[in-house]
């Protein structure tokens, strides 16, 4: 594989269908489609800068328009019940025949809805003129809207009570000053640490006057007597069969023995006595102790029915009675208060979040919410509308967009779609397509080349066949249509060539219609997730893996301090850059080399623009921390560095050269400079310029940020190259790179020996095995009674993030943005160790005393499954690892995380085979480290480079050499 191209790989992540740019960027390929349709989206032209700040057309339909972005008149607020809804007369219909037919209190007259006399503005501006009228009684409102504007969108709880103590993002929140605030207000500034995380044992000084107009409360200065709560019965499947009714009244029991839940609380019917189901997991955990301790008693009904005899009923419930207050200490009241807000925001919560939306659909809710607050400097108003009207599309319509979105596609038949918990798939595809998010393909007039080669795609072989059969298109001789690609490529030649002209129409015969996400919806949607999980790796698919218990991340708090994206241009540059990565990557793939080209002239363009000083002042003062990965400049270095291995594979060193040559101009400051740098010396050696090689290799050696092997490498180049004439002076540090390092010589039966193939042998009692496997044998035996492993680097990274797991997850800011981070954003950067400098020192020095194994067993036995970056629980035992630290010391331990913790991203590969160790005593031992090479091999910079630090650390090394038997 090329240099470079898994990098590119991890940072593309999940390939795009909808690229915005490859039109402008790539024009001949563009010009090769006959009847091009323009896309919903603004092209613009590469200008070596970044792109434009040009916004996309959003129709009904989802295709673009001449009219631009929908205007703020094209939105309007339902006067039924007050949502935003887009202003065309299907939706508007729809909508109010819903609303009107639950009975909903009407805000508006009757010929005020038939003449549509909408408020068309928008709700921050409503609050802005209502408060504008008020004079000085506006004070109030203008804070609860300030707070509502700036509050931030919690995150979905995972799973059950241990949420509360795991995966906890936190943010500081404090209303302590706003005591009249409402309800509505506390409820939408929840803290980012899971949905209900506040510690009920803590006092809590705003709730007292909290005014409970919204839920009918009272104040609860004194009790709670006669409090409502709307809530849901879940877990039916667990209940009685019972019949129910609208407006049936019930009652609520403790349920604790139950094995799943010790908090869960039983809904029983009062008028049989049978149980309906359980109230919902993270009410119950709030409202149980209120039960048990204060003698809190609830009863109440049945609001409505559910579709489906399994889901979430809506109920209403009513506190009966409950402890007077004057019978509780001064701390109960405190613990008492605390729980009671706590159950509050589990039922505002459950207003945006309730139990009836699957899971998928409630992540994705999640997902943009989150991004909208965090995040709303990078996106249009027209974008943020957009984005938001999908809380008010019907759960249908959520569910269908979000299995769509996450299938391959682009293009899908809707006689094949078909889910379980979608109702009407039907109706849910027309409120999608009057939203915008999916566009259907109903008649020929609609489909262009590019749509017809897709649509193919969801044809089986068979249809295929009928169609060719039908078009009396004849296989040209030589060509064999075996497979289904095969008969696509040769339909599109023979459509093409005109001789099916009627092609389209057999398409959509066999098809029916077909609808695909449209450009707008898959643009934002992607911006969307990559804002949301910082990386191109992660998906919905994270939210999944927590839900169901496989994965569990660790605990940390999230500061923002810092935007990522200072602005909009800077996120839209990133994302023209990623495009230009996955076209590259694309094009790799298809051994297109007129478009691998071409990326690389975008990106040198780019980087060419970047080397100027007012390009580069924009990027110095992110230059060597994780934030300068997010910029464009750093996407179309890592496009370059593929390129430049590329070419050299191609034999063009002139054209490397010349990438390498600016890549070094344009990025100062990167832990890939070494490698650049290395590449330019033999490159320049390859074209004849052995004096330019020689001065590029020393001037590397200057460079603060070519370290590890690549430094190695450049030096034993200086002292190759710099024999006399060229060098009179041998440099200083050609005694240190000369050292020897101690060798082992072994001999074993050969299995194979042919060139290329992996070396295997015969070991112990005639099976087979590598060489690190016969290796192990010989220390173990004449070698000298040593345990060991083949672990190479990851039991090292195993260790450095168990010993050091306090400070890889200490609380710093902007590098925990996320709940799905294994590790923080700047592990792998010099910030990692200056911004913690005084702790790693200190926690070192514990290391160095002496105890490592004691923090190796607290930290094991403390976060045991939690995912964690270098940390594999099942490759190695806590046996293993207490045996290894106790042989290798705590001085060469130390040593070891230090280097490790300064330079992460240069020191994380190129460790020892062999990780060996032997107990001297009960609690004394020594430890070997031993690299294991085959007949043809021979040790890379790196090992070289770490072999001759672990001895500088004090480590025991030698290099074991496997031969056949004479």
């Known amino acids: 594989m090329l240099t470079g191209r898994e990098s590119l790989i991890r940072l593309i992540g999940k390939r795009r269908r909808f690229l915005l740019n490859s039109r402008s960027l790539f024009p001949s390929q563009s010009a090769s489609s006959s009847n091009p349709q323009k896309e919903n989206g603004e092209v613009r032209s590469f200008s070596g800068k970044g792109p434009s700040e040009h916004g996309m057309d959003i129709r009904g339909n989802g295709e673009a328009g001449s009219g631009g972005m929908v205007s703020d008149l094209d939105w309007v607020n339902c006067p039924v019940c007050g949502d935003r809804l887009r202003a065309t007369d299907y939706n508007i219909n729809s909508h109010l025949d819903t609303c009107l037919a639950r009975g909903t209190k009407r805000k508006l007259t009757q010929r005020t809805l038939l003449e549509l006399r909408f408020c068309s503005r928008s709700k921050d501006k409503i609050h802005s003129d209502e408060s504008s009228n008020l004079g000085s009684n506006s004070t109030h409102k203008d804070l609860e809207d300030s707070l509502v504007c700036n509050a931030s969108s919690t995150l979905l709880e995972f799973g059950a009570a241990e949420a509360n103590k795991r995966n906890q993002c936190l943010l500081p929140l404090d209303l302590s ?26 006092p809590t000084s705003f709730i007292h006057n909290l005014e409970m107009h919204e839920l009918n409360m009272g104040s609860f200065k004194d009790d709670i007597t006669g ?36 908090n869960a609380i039983k809904v029983f019917s ?80 459950a207003k945006k979040f ?110 295929l066949r009928e169609i060719s059969s039908l078009a009396h298109l004849k296989v040209q001789h030589g060509v064999r249509c075996t497979k289904r690609q095969d008969f696509i490529a040769w339909i599109l030649a023979s459509f093409e060539d005109g001789m099916c002209p009627l092609l389209p129409s057999l398409i959509l015969d066999r098809t029916g219609t077909c609808i695909r996400i449209t450009s707008t919806a898959e643009v934002l949607l992607w911006r969307v997730e990559r804002l949301f999980f910082l990386n191109g790796q992660q998906d919905l698919s994270a939210f999944l893996l927590v839900n169901l218990g496989l994965v569990k991340y660790p605990s940390y708090k999230c500061i923002t301090v810092n935007q990522i994206f200072p602005g909009r241009s800077d996120l839209l540059a990133y994302e023209e850059a990623v495009e230009v990565a996955q076209i590259m990557d694309q094009s790799l793939d298809e051994n297109n080399t007129e478009v691998v080209m071409r990326c690389i002239e975008i990106s040198e363009a780019y980087i060419s623009s970047s080397s100027d000083e007012a390009a580069q002042s924009s990027v110095s003062e992110s230059a060597g921390t994780f934030v300068s990965y997010y910029s464009a400049l750093w996407v179309y270095s890592k496009v370059v560095t593929l390129g430049i291995s590329f070419l050299e594979c191609e034999h063009k060193y002139q054209d490397a050269i010349r990438l390498l040559k600016q890549l070094l101009n344009a990025v100062t400051c990167d832990g890939r400079r070494g490698y650049w740098t290395l590449r330019l010396s033999v490159d320049l050696e390859h074209v004849g310029c052995v004096c330019e090689s020689l001065l590029v290799a020393e001037k590397g050696l200057l460079d603060p940020w070519v370290r590890a092997g690549s430094k190695m490498a450049l030096q034993r180049r200086v ?28 001999q074993g039966r050969p299995l194979n020996c042919e060139t290329g193939m992996r070396n295997r042998y015969y070991g112990e009692d005639d099976e087979q095995c590598g060489v690190e496997q016969l290796a192990l044998q010989y220390y173990a035996g004449e070698g000298g009674g040593w345990q060991g492993i083949h672990a190479e680097t990851g039991i090292w990274m195993m260790i450095f993030g168990l010993l050091m797991w306090d400070i890889i997850f200490a609380v710093v800011p902007d590098v925990f943005r996320t709940r799905f981070q294994t590790a923080p954003l700047d592990l792998e950067t010099d910030n990692f160790y200056i911004a913690r400098k005084n702790l790693i020192e200190s926690h070192l020095q514990k290391i160095q005393g002496g105890m490592a194994e004691e923090m190796l067993i607290t930290s094991w036995e403390s976060h045991i499954g939690t995912a964690c970056r270098g940390v594999n629980w099942d490759r190695h035992s806590l046996s293993d690892l207490r045996a290894a630290v106790t042989c290798i010391g705590g001085h060469c331990l130390a040593s070891f995380c230090r280097h490790l913790a300064q330079d992460y991203r240069s020191w994380s590969s190129g460790m020892p085979d062999l990780l060996l160790w032997r107990f001297c005593g009960v609690y004394t031992g020594e430890a070997k480290l031993v690299e294991v090479k085959g007949p043809r091999d021979r040790l890379s910079e790196q090992q070289r480079a770490w072999l ?19």
């Open 177 to 202: 000053s706003n005591r009249e605030t409402c309800i509505e207000v506390l409820v939408e500034n929840l803290p980012k640490e899971g949905i209900f995380d506040k510690k009920v044992d803590e």
């Open 227 to 262: 409090a409502t709560l709307k809530t849901f019965i879940v877990g039916r499947r667990f209940g009685d069969e019972v019949e129910l009714k609208q407006g049936a009244t019930i009652s609520l029991s403790r349920d604790s023995n139950n094995p799943k839940d010790p």
């Open 270 to 349: 009062m008028d049989s006595g049978k149980m309906l189901g359980f109230l919902p997991r993270e009410l119950a955990q709030y409202l149980s102790p209120l039960i048990e301790k204060y003698c809190v008693n609830f009863e109440g009904f049945v609001i409505s029915l559910p579709k489906h005899s399994f889901d979430a009923v809506p109920i209403q419930i009513v506190c009966q009675e409950m402890m007077p207050r004057g019978e509780k200490e001064s701390n109960d009241c405190q613990l008492f208060e605390s729980l009671w807000e706590n159950v509050v925001r589990v039922v505002e919560y």
């Open 354 to 463: 309730p139990p009836s939306m699957t899971r998928y659909q409630q992540n994705f809710c999640i997902i943009i919410n989150e991004v909208l607050n965090t995040y709303s400097h990078l996106f249009l108003d027209d974008e943020r509308l957009f984005l938001e009207s999908f809380s008010s599309l019907s759960d249908d319509s959520q569910r269908l967009l979000v299995r769509l979105y996450t299938r391959k596609g682009p293009w899908f038949r809707i006689s094949n779609i078909s889910y379980a918990e979608i109702l009407d798939c039907q109706e849910a595809i027309k409120g999608l397509c009057v939203a915008g998010y999916i566009h259907s393909l109903e008649s020929t007039k609609e489909i262009n080349f590019k749509d017809m080669k897709e649509v193919l795609d969801v044809l089986i072989v068979s249809e």
């Open 719 to 746: 002292l190759r190259l710099g024999k006399p004439p060229r060098r009179w002076k041998t440099p200083s540090f050609a005694d240190s790179i000369k050292r020897k390092i101690k060798e082992v010589h072994i």
């Open 948 to 966: 001759l630090l672990l001895m500088d650390c004090g480590f025991n090394t030698e290099v074991c050499k496997v031969s056949p038997d004479p």
